[in-house]
């Protein structure tokens, strides 16, 4: 079988264009690290960028990539038809069995269902609720790509969506649906903790220091723990130019026991792993955060809001432990029982990274896409 795979290259995302090496986000990454283990099937990864790129022919021995130059006029503003235009040239070079669209938030998804060839769409952030809970305004970027999802989903031959949190926001719209997790690249299955002696016990909070996120009011919540017991907070993300993120930096610059340590790649993800005593993400709304994954895989416990699609990733007190984001004593509480140490969370993180090795597997994740690429190509017959 030969699949197109329309994904944003991070060079275009970074504004990078002088890296040789084409990246991409964390999901898709994975995910073509399990199909790199299917010769059976043939990949085809197209993205749209800027400015002009070296790129390699071939990213795997089965994986070819494909780099298409869209002036800036043709993004956006013109409702993507410059990336739409250029996708459609190309394909009737590849001329694929079947396209696959990766994300709502930018071209890919518009690209795949204008293909004119049998397409499926992977929704990773729900565009539509995120736009909802943060109030997007008209003609902002949230906006327009909320209105961008509901575009594309009824004219998809389906949906691929990685929660049944998704599937719920969706199933209206789109003609068929499926759901099948993210993949986890393998290395996180390989971190080994590298604990130093006496020293306190780290919490890592992982993501875009935003609203969303709900870093603000988890930091407030753990005050009254902090006058008990020795501990640190280490938060991994962006930091946004907004009054959320100004008020952010104040809380963490007030208490020792946090510290803010920029964006973390996977690579240095995995190195705060290996210190790491506990995940915390004390999410207002998630969809299937990369980084419970990541934890799962690599053997840390996780603490984890119970909203949007993170129920979907791990079963309560068994491997992993939930929290109610708009409860102070809840995030508090269950921060502590994990810092705490001992059988609990060790028995729990050890029962996780089984699951996570059955369920999130990249070869695992892309035998499932297979099938549903044979099931919409049967249908279409």
């Not at 995120?130 to 031959?157: S, V």
């Not at 007030?254 to 964006?263: D, I, K, Q, S, V």
């Not at 934890?295 to 491997?319: I, N, Q, Y």
């Not at 810092?339 to 089984?354: D, N, S, T």
Request: proline share 7%; with cysteine; net charge positive.
């Amino acid at each position: 079988m030969r699949t197109v795979l329309l994904t944003t290259d991070s060079r275009e995302h970074l504004r990078d264009y002088s890296n040789p090496n084409p990246g991409f986000g964390t999901a898709p990454a994975a995910l073509l690290e399990g199909f790199a283990q299917l010769p059976e099937v043939e990949i085809h990864v197209v993205s749209c960028v800027q400015r002009p790129v070296v790129s390699p022919e071939k990213i795997a021995p089965n994986i070819f990539y494909h780099s298409l130059l869209v002036p800036k006029l043709g993004w956006l503003r013109t409702g993507y038809q410059g990336c739409i235009r250029a996708v459609r040239r190309k394909l009737k070079e590849i001329q694929p069995d079947l396209v696959h669209g990766q994300g709502m938030e930018r071209d890919c998804s518009i690209s795949a269902v204008f293909s004119g060839f049998p397409n499926v769409l992977t929704i990773h952030g729900n565009m539509r609720l995120i736009a909802r809970l943060h109030g997007a305004k008209p003609f902002t970027y949230g906006w327009l790509a909320a209105k961008l999802e509901g575009f594309t989903i009824p004219r998809a031959d389906g949906v691929v969506c990685i929660t049944n949190y998704t599937r719920e926001a969706v199933q209206s719209l789109a003609k068929k649906t499926w759901v099948i997790p993210n993949a986890v690249d393998a290395s996180f299955f390989e971190v080994q903790p590298s604990l130093v002696p006496d020293a306190p016990p780290i919490g890592l909070c992982v993501g875009t220091i935003c609203l969303r996120k709900n870093q603000n009011d988890f930091i407030r919540a753990l005050d009254p723990l902090a006058r008990e017991k020795r501990f640190k907070i280490i938060f991994l993300g962006q930091v946004e130019n907004n009054a959320y993120s100004g008020e952010f930096l104040r809380l963490v610059q007030e208490r020792p026991w946090c510290e803010h340590a920029g964006f973390a790649d996977r690579d240095r993800l995995r190195e705060h792993f290996k210190a790491a005593t506990v995940l915390a993400l004390p999410t207002l709304e998630d969809n299937c955060p990369m980084v419970v994954l990541e934890a799962m895989a690599a053997g840390v416990p996780v603490l984890a809001s119970r909203v949007g699609g993170v129920p979907d990733l791990f079963e309560d007190e068994k491997t992993g432990l939930f929290c109610n984001p708009l409860d102070a004593a809840s995030m508090r509480d269950g921060l502590a029982r994990l810092l705490a140490g001992g059988e609990f969370p060790r028995q729990m993180a050890a029962a996780a990274k089984v699951r996570a090795q059955e369920r999130f597997r990249p070869v695992v994740i892309a035998r499932r896409h297979m099938e549903i690429y044979h099931e919409v190509l049967s249908a279409r017959s």
